[in-house]
C-alpha cells in the first residue's frame, strides 16, 4: 500500500501548489522590475513568461522534442 503523501492525487496536489506558487513569485518579481506597470501589464509579462521562458524552448523535460500535434492523433 502506498502512504498518502506518495499517492497519485497527493503528488498532483503538491505540483499544482509548487506552480501556483512559483506563478505567485513572478508576478512578485515582475512588479519588482517594472514598478510603474499596472496589473494588466504584468499578467500579459506574466502570461508571455509562462509560454516562452528563456531556457525551456523546447519545455521542462530532458530527452527529445515532441510533437504533440502529430505524436497523438
Known amino acids: 500500500m502506498v502512504p498518502a503523501t506518495q499517492s497519485p492525487p497527493w503528488s498532483l496536489a503538491v505540483a499544482l501548489d509548487l506552480f501556483e506558487v512559483g506563478v505567485a513569485?513572478?508576478?512578485?518579481?515582475?512588479?519588482?522590475?517594472?514598478?510603474?506597470?499596472?496589473?494588466?501589464?504584468?499578467?500579459?509579462?506574466?502570461?508571455?513568461?509562462l509560454r516562452h521562458r528563456p531556457g525551456a524552448e523546447q519545455g521542462d523535460a530532458h530527452g527529445r522534442a515532441l510533437d504533440v500535434r502529430t505524436r497523438f492523433r
Open 25 to 49: 513569485l513572478m508576478r512578485q518579481n515582475l512588479r519588482r522590475q517594472f514598478p510603474a506597470a499596472d496589473d494588466q501589464d504584468i499578467d500579459r509579462r506574466l502570461h508571455d513568461w
